[in-house]
């Protein structure tokens, strides 16, 4: 790889960190990583404007995983975290970084979580906690969290702490830390306020945030699409099927998302193929020749490895996963529109990367267009368009001497068989592995009822109506062992439920479904008969027992958010 972008072997990480990193299929630091890893080590306070999408988390995390003393069970770190959903994830992250870390343990602690279980956990010893500030306080207060051994903590969207009226609460409770302890502090913007806090807590701060070069860009028409409804993998395959294109290019974050992507493609017939840092550079190149003279229409690739790639041909760029940075879009959107061609970029964006699209906007000083993604109809009348101009060209050009002879001999012993009912039951044939009518999957269906109860909470506002469907059940959160690292999808679980459960439960009393990194929550109604869910234990999802367990505290009316956090 180029000498000029560091490694992460070169920022003073352990061997066991680097395996796992290798492992998950990060290729580089990301700028906020590559400049904060190395302060963290050295016990330096770090001041970091860094939003969702920039890798921020690792990096806070791998440094400071690096520097605890794994002989100890005491509390070492603490995280705070505005939300519980992100101080789950954020523990989440640690793990998936610590697994090769022996006697590592951590604790997520948030309110609405059974307090019986937090404190088990916290008496048997835990190195690392990531919670929300309320609950961090109840803890603390009770003398259940002993924050004397403490030696780094860490504000994670500083910035959001303050909104949702935390910052008295984390004052407080860095009150409550030893003189001498590390402190980061994350937050995407740096109000007055939070300056403060860091003016008064931290010592010497190093600042660290990522510049924003600006550059244009204008021979490239740019659209981002908002992930929202369907999974990321429906929407890339209608935009494909729907997009006058001719190379393409799709980004996503790590290696070995480009192989899996690319093998997904694959199995839904596109040929494409990955590029990443670890190919060899042979392999590389005839990647690159293939997709140059169009043996190859789709590469999966990573930033560095599409690093300075000049094929004329791509059309389009689709930025599958958001990049860490605005510079890495300007990089990557400049891999169209080459030699004065036009080219088209398409950006995917969840809700929690909203800001770094508005910082690509104003690096770019362009405004990014939403997309509207094709409709089925859509997807469905190109599909017919395709098959007709198959047909056609069979006609011109196949000897149909032998097909035909067994057609006229079908009408001949069935009299009464019309000529077009015939061609109608072959085209449904034909058409059987790739259907021409697109039907409403099951994940778009259960999305759309996830909506359906956020707005419930008043959380968003539309003309689609409310589901009320189950919204009277009592419901029960249930963990299942499976999740989005193990490739599992929300049909995936949909289906086996429903299918397992011996129709004890249908597909319409699945309540809401979350992914997570190695786990996922389902809600199931509360009356289900205990049988059902030790047969469900043993149910395998993507190979995986799915280990139902149920959720203490998970008991809520459908359509409430299951766990509440505490507010100000
Ligand atoms: P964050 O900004 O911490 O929310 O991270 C955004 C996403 O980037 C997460 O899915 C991380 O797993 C991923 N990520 C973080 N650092 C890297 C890296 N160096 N290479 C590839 N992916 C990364």
């Given at each position: 790889m180029?000498?000029n972008?560091p490694?992460?072997?070169?920022?003073?990480?352990?061997?066991?960190?680097?395996?796992?990193l290798?492992?998950l299929?990060?290729?580089?630091?990301?700028?906020?990583?590559?400049?904060?890893?190395?302060?963290?080590?050295?016990?330096?306070?770090?001041?970091?404007?860094?939003?969702?999408?920039?890798?921020?988390?690792?990096?806070f995390?791998?440094?400071?995983?690096?520097?605890?003393?794994?002989?100890?069970?005491?509390t070492?770190?603490?995280?705070?975290?505005?939300?519980?959903?992100?101080?789950?994830q954020?523990?989440e992250?640690?793990?998936?970084y610590?697994?090769y870390?022996k006697?590592?343990?951590?604790?997520?602690?948030?309110?609405?979580q059974?307090?019986?279980?937090?404190?088990?956990?916290?008496?048997?010893?835990?190195?690392?906690?990531?919670?929300?500030p309320?609950?961090?306080?109840?803890?603390?207060?009770?003398?259940?969290?002993?924050?004397?051994?403490l030696?780094?903590?860490?504000?994670?969207?500083?910035?959001?702490m303050?909104k949702?009226?935390?910052?008295?609460?984390?004052?407080?409770?860095?009150?409550?830390t030893p003189?001498?302890?590390?402190?980061?502090l994350?937050?995407?913007t740096?109000?007055?306020?939070?300056?403060?806090v860091?003016h008064?807590?931290?010592?010497?701060?190093?600042?660290?945030?990522?510049k924003?070069?600006?550059?244009?860009v204008?021979?490239?028409?740019?659209?981002y699409?908002?992930?929202?409804?369907?999974?990321?993998?429906?929407?890339?395959?209608?935009?494909?099927?729907?997009e006058e294109?001719?190379?393409?290019i799709?980004?996503?974050?790590?290696?070995t998302?480009?192989?899996?992507l690319?093998?997904?493609?694959?199995a839904?017939?596109?040929?494409?193929?990955?590029?990443?840092?670890?190919?060899?550079?042979p392999?590389?190149?005839?990647?690159?020749e293939?997709?140059?003279?169009?043996?190859?229409?789709?590469?999966v690739?990573?930033?560095?490895?599409?690093?300075?790639?000049?094929?004329?041909?791509?059309?389009?760029?689709?930025?599958?996963?958001?990049?860490?940075d605005?510079?890495?879009?300007?990089?990557?959107?400049?891999?169209?529109g080459?030699a004065g061609?036009?080219?088209?970029?398409?950006?995917?964006?969840t809700?929690?990367?909203?800001?770094m699209l508005r910082?690509?906007?104003?690096?770019?000083?362009?405004?990014i267009?939403?997309?509207?993604?094709?409709?089925?109809?859509?997807?469905?009348?190109?599909?017919?368009?395709?098959m007709?101009e198959?047909?056609?060209?069979?006609?011109?050009?196949?000897p149909l001497?032998f097909?035909?002879?067994?057609?006229?001999d079908?009408r001949?012993?069935q009299?009464?068989v019309?000529t077009i009912?015939?061609?109608?039951?072959?085209?449904?044939?034909?058409?059987?592995?790739?259907?021409l009518?697109?039907k409403?999957?099951?994940?778009?269906i259960?999305?759309?009822?996830?909506?359906?109860?956020?707005?419930e909470r008043?959380?968003r506002?539309?003309h689609e109506?409310?589901?009320?469907?189950y919204s009277?059940t009592?419901m029960?959160?249930?963990?299942?062992?499976?999740?989005?690292?193990h490739?599992?999808?929300?049909?995936?679980?949909v289906?086996?439920?429903?299918?397992?459960?011996k129709s004890?439960?249908?597909?319409q009393?699945?309540?809401?479904i979350k992914l997570f990194?190695?786990?996922?929550?389902?809600?199931?109604?509360?009356?289900i008969?205990?049988?059902?869910?030790?047969?469900?234990?043993?149910v395998?999802v993507?190979?995986?027992?799915?280990?139902?367990e149920?959720?203490?505290?998970?008991?809520?009316?459908?359509?409430?958010a299951g766990?509440g956090?505490?507010?100000?």
């Amino acid at each position: 790889m180029s000498n000029n972008i560091p490694q992460f072997r070169d920022l003073g990480l352990s061997e066991p960190i680097l395996q796992s990193l290798e492992e998950l299929g990060y290729e580089t630091p990301s700028p906020i990583q590559a400049e904060s890893i190395p302060l963290l080590l050295d016990h330096c306070d770090l001041l970091g404007q860094a939003q969702t999408g920039t890798g921020k988390t690792a990096a806070f995390a791998l440094p400071l995983l690096n520097n605890l003393d794994l002989s100890s069970k005491e509390t070492q770190l603490l995280v705070l975290a505005p939300t519980r959903e992100l101080a789950i994830q954020v523990s989440e992250a640690f793990q998936s970084y610590a697994r090769y870390l022996k006697g590592f343990h951590i604790l997520p602690i948030y309110g609405g979580q059974a307090m019986s279980l937090q404190l088990r956990q916290l008496q048997r010893g835990v190195q690392v906690v990531v919670g929300t500030p309320g609950r961090v306080m109840d803890h603390i207060r009770r003398g259940t969290l002993n924050l004397k051994t403490l030696a780094a903590l860490v504000l994670d969207e500083a910035d959001e702490m303050l909104k949702m009226g935390f910052i008295d609460d984390i004052e407080w409770i860095l009150e409550h830390t030893p003189d001498k302890r590390q402190i980061a502090l994350f937050s995407a913007t740096m109000p007055e306020i939070i300056r403060k806090v860091a003016h008064r807590h931290l010592n010497n701060p190093h600042e660290v945030r990522i510049k924003a070069k600006t550059a244009t860009v204008d021979t490239t028409e740019q659209f981002y699409w908002l992930v929202n409804g369907l999974q990321k993998l429906d929407a890339l395959t209608r935009i494909l099927e729907t997009e006058e294109s001719d190379g393409l290019i799709i980004f996503v974050r790590t290696k070995t998302s480009t192989v899996e992507l690319a093998e997904k493609l694959e199995a839904r017939g596109y040929i494409s193929a990955p590029l990443h840092g670890d190919m060899t550079q042979p392999l590389r190149e005839r990647t690159v020749e293939k997709l140059r003279d169009g043996q190859l229409d789709i590469v999966v690739a990573t930033d560095v490895a599409a690093r300075g790639l000049d094929v004329e041909r791509i059309s389009h760029v689709i930025n599958y996963d958001i990049p860490h940075d605005t510079e890495a879009y300007v990089h990557r959107i400049g891999r169209t529109g080459r030699a004065g061609r036009k080219g088209k970029a398409i950006l995917f964006v969840t809700n929690r990367e909203r800001r770094m699209l508005r910082s690509i906007e104003r690096a770019t000083r362009q405004a990014i267009k939403p997309l509207t993604l094709p409709s089925r109809e859509l997807v469905s009348e190109r599909r017919v368009s395709k098959m007709m101009e198959q047909v056609n060209e069979t006609l011109i050009n196949e000897p149909l001497d032998f097909f035909k002879h067994i057609v006229t001999d079908k009408r001949h012993h069935q009299t009464e068989v019309d000529t077009i009912d015939l061609a109608a039951a072959l085209l449904f044939l034909a058409q059987k592995d790739r259907p021409l009518q697109l039907k409403e999957d099951p994940v778009h269906i259960h999305e759309s009822r996830q909506r359906g109860e956020r707005r419930e909470r008043g959380e968003r506002s539309g003309h689609e109506p409310r589901l009320k469907r189950y919204s009277d059940t009592n419901m029960q959160r249930y963990r299942l062992d499976v999740g989005r690292a193990h490739g599992v999808m929300p049909g995936n679980i949909v289906g086996a439920i429903a299918n397992e459960s011996k129709s004890q439960i249908n597909n319409q009393s699945i309540g809401h479904i979350k992914l997570f990194d190695t786990y996922s929550t389902v809600d199931l109604p509360a009356d289900i008969h205990t049988d059902t869910i030790q047969h469900l234990q043993k149910v395998r999802v993507c190979g995986r027992p799915l280990k139902m367990e149920q959720i203490a505290g998970g008991e809520h009316r459908a359509g409430q958010a299951g766990n509440g956090n505490r507010r100000r």
